[in-house]
């Protein structure tokens, strides 16, 4: 490697110093002079500019702070509104003209002036005709001068003995908002206290700063400097006031002493000149060592490919090149570790909290020192986060938005514990849940703080997300083993979301309903299924009967899909029985059913859409019915068997010499229209009738059978038990003790 780049370095350095020395050499004394005048009236300026801005802003806070209580304040309107006996009144008023003062140091004085009596509070309180500052506001009073505006320079004193003082004047009428005025405020600033507030931004002896109002009266000025020797370099006007600030040095001649030493500077400049040109040539050999044994050591470096020069023969193209390489090998291989730890993280979750793999405590503690994780404390509680409506989500976002937006809920979810003093631990276990770990302070009770977290989690998604969320949530759990069963827990409660409703937090109090109710789920089912294959309006009470069972019942999602599939294999069952035409009425609904049961989420959205199917194959094989003309043979028989069923001799003989009809037709065309043979509709109708004697009378059994159509017990008791699982005195029991 050769020294190229000193000799570049050198080179470079040495052209641009004398280029520089020079130019400054040549034009330094020639700009001097101006260069000063400039920079003092940029000075000037922008002292005058801060001089109007810092009196503009106090007189505006002034001036708000006045407007706001001439609004607002319930103590001047007391004042206003009375006289001059309300002596809390005046003790009230005087408060708030002391708190001005306090609040703000530039006020000198105030007074407040009652027009119906005339009555002055406040600095010279009095009665008008003896206050002294009378002719300054009874052009006011008068209507002949507007108030609102700040004054010029008066002299105000309030007392006889009072020595006078220089001040600004802003005069409110009260009430504000009508021309009818009931009194007036009126504020005096004093020019000296603003003065001196605005002395610090300057020194009297090299500038100074004179301030007019509008007519050209001076309201500041710094006394005691000859005027004759000043000359204004900037002025400024108050957009508020309307006042002059004018600003400029207080010797009317500028410095020039650097012009009475020319030829010291000419020697000064070629002094430094000479040192320069030693100091560079030092500098750049001192500079580029380090460089030559970096660029050495680079190339006796495994790390780097000595082959690769990709930008020229010189060091810096060299070390460059080294270091993108260097940059490049490190990004991967930085990327490489970050996903190694993210994948290790979430499957260590998994294997620890699911239970995937044993984990003993103590490697549970290293783990969460391992992945940085600081629990606040020694008890956490479980969050079970479910995505709503899961197929809607995918459908409406790309894969990539997707993901997005799970980050977007889990850092919520941390974030929201962070703010409550609780350490998070949360990961997506699987492509609509959430699992999250919540260390809570040994100090807070744990029980509410997570249900403060739980609500906010939700709040915030449904406030900014356009879907919702579901939160199980339980816990205290102060070991891994007992995380793992708060996790379970809080999962399975996230089943009961169909029945509970969606985007709320589901805990041990939303599960206190979900206490066993012993329901006929099976004998609705069948009735509901006979209902819909006669394509009778009874289905839809049967149907109301079932959900609400499920709704009583506070039915798991598993509970229901497995009542919804007992369901469709009833239909199927009793359809499948029938002629080929009503097989095809019901195979359109079968599919809409099998498609329901992939896509529901509440157990409302669930009876809709069931509703729905089932009206219309009803509807389909009402029309069906109608077609085949046997509706009204076979409906005079079912109205002839539901009014006789007490007949211990009804049978398919005696319909047939009742109705004229062979036993075989009847028992064919009551199989297809009702879907059963006529021996089990029978059975079932009289044991209807049983269930409603046994609830609503207090008959004995024997008396029941006998209404029902059997004179043997045992027969009864024994039909009872195949269609209703128990015997009817177990049933009348079970049904009293509800």
């Known amino acids: 490697m050769n020294s190229s780049w000193f000799r570049k370095l050198l080179l470079s350095y040495l052209p641009v110093f004398v280029v520089v020395v020079t130019i400054l050499f040549v034009v330094f004394f020639q700009s001097l002079s101006e260069q000063n005048r400039k920079q003092a009236i940029k000075a000037n300026e922008f002292l005058a500019e801060q001089a ?63 027009v119906k009596d005339r009555f002055v509070l406040g600095d010279g309180s009095g009665l008008q005709s003896d206050f002294l500052d009378q002719p300054f506001i009874l052009p006011f009073m008068n209507r002949q001068a507007q108030p609102g505006k700040w004054s010029g320079k008066r002299s105000f004193k309030p007392y006889q003995a009072s020595k006078p003082a220089d001040v600004i004047t802003l005069v409110q009428g009260y009430p504000q908002l009508t021309k009818a005025k009931k009194g007036y405020v009126v504020v005096n600033v004093s020019l000296s206290k603003l003065k001196n507030a605005i002395t610090p931004m300057y020194n009297p002896a090299f500038t100074f700063i004179r301030i007019s109002d509008q007519a050209g009266g001076i309201l500041m000025d710094d006394n005691g ?48 000149v000479v040192l320069g040109v030693l100091w560079v040539v030092h500098v750049t050999r001192r500079n580029y060592k380090p460089i030559s044994q970096l660029v050495s050591l680079i190339r006796t470096s495994a790390l780097v490919n000595p082959g690769i020069h990709p930008f020229g023969s010189n060091e810096f193209g060299f070390i460059q090149g080294a270091l993108e390489q260097l940059m490049e090998e490190t990004t991967r291989t930085r990327q490489k570790d970050n996903e190694t730890i993210i994948l290790q993280k979430k499957h260590r979750f998994q294997e620890a909290v699911l239970g995937t793999a044993p984990v003993r405590e103590t490697e549970w503690q290293t783990d969460l020192l391992a992945f940085h994780v600081n629990p606040a404390g020694a008890r956490a509680f479980m969050l079970e986060l479910e995505i709503d409506r899961y197929a809607q989500f995918t459908a409406a976002y790309h894969h990539q938005d997707q993901s997005i937006l799970k980050f977007v809920v889990a850092s919520v979810a941390q974030e929201i514990a962070g703010l409550s003093g609780a350490s998070v631990w949360a990961e997506w276990v699987a492509d609509r849940r959430l699992s999250v770990i919540v260390w809570v302070p040994d100090e807070a009770d744990g029980a509410s703080l997570g249900m403060q977290i739980g609500e906010q989690v939700l709040e915030w998604v449904r406030g900014n997300l356009s879907f919702t969320v579901t939160i199980g949530i339980h816990g205290m759990a102060e070991n891994l083993e007992e995380i793992r069963r708060s ?150 028989i079912r109205a002839y068997i539901e009014e006789n069923y007490p007949n211990p001799e009804l049978s398919l003989d005696h319909l047939s010499a009742k109705f004229s009809l062979h036993a075989k037709n009847i028992s064919k065309l009551f199989k297809e229209e009702f879907g059963g043979n006529f021996v089990d509709f029978l059975i079932g109708l009289r044991m209807d009738k049983a269930k409603q004697q046994l609830l609503s009378t207090d008959k004995s059994l024997q008396e029941i059978s006998a209404e029902v159509g059997y004179f043997n017990y045992n027969s009864f008791n024994r039909a009872f038990k195949n269609v209703a699982g128990m015997s009817p005195s177990d049933y009348r029991k079970r049904q009293a003790d509800r």
Not at 56 to 68: A, C, F, G, M
Not at 253 to 260: P, Q, V
Not at 516 to 532: E, K, N, P, R, V
């Open 52 to 114: 109007v801005r810092f009196t503009d802003n106090s007189l505006k806070t002034l001036d708000y702070q006045i407007l706001r209580d001439t609004l607002s304040s319930a103590d001047l309107k007391r004042f206003f509104g009375t006289d001059s006996d309300d002596v809390y009144g005046n003790i009230q008023g005087n408060k708030l003209i002391d708190d001005w003062k306090l609040n703000y140091s530039i006020i000198d004085s105030a007074y407040f002036i009652r």
């Open 225 to 272: 400097v000859d005027n004759g020797k000043r000359s204004v370099l900037a002025s400024y006007i108050s957009p508020y006031t309307g006042w002059l600030v004018e600003s400029g040095p207080a010797s009317g001649s500028l410095s020039r002493i650097a012009l009475d030493f020319y030829n010291v500077w000419v020697v000064i400049a070629l002094a430094v």
């Open 487 to 636: 996790h379970e827990i809080a999962r399975d409660m996230l089943h009961y979301k169909a029945v509970l409703g969606t985007g709320r937090l589901l805990d041990a109090t939303a599960m206190e309903g979900a206490k066993y109710h012993g329901h006929d789920f099976f004998g609705t089912i069948h009735a509901l299924s006979q209902s819909i294959r006669l394509a009778e309006d009874g289905w839809r009470k049967h149907l109301d009967e079932l959900f609400g069972q499920i709704t009583d019942a506070v039915s798991s999602r598993k509970e229901i899909e497995s009542f919804m599939q007992f369901l469709q294999q009833q239909l199927n069952r009793v359809f499948l029985e029938l002629s080929k035409d009503y097989r095809n009425v019901w195979k359109d609904a079968d599919a809409a059913l099998r498609e329901l049961w992939a896509n529901w989420e509440t157990l409302a959205e669930l009876k809709q859409s069931c509703a729905q199917i089932f009206e219309a194959a009803a509807g389909k094989l009402q029309t069906l019915k109608d077609s085949q003309g046997t509706r009204a043979v076979i409906g005079d």
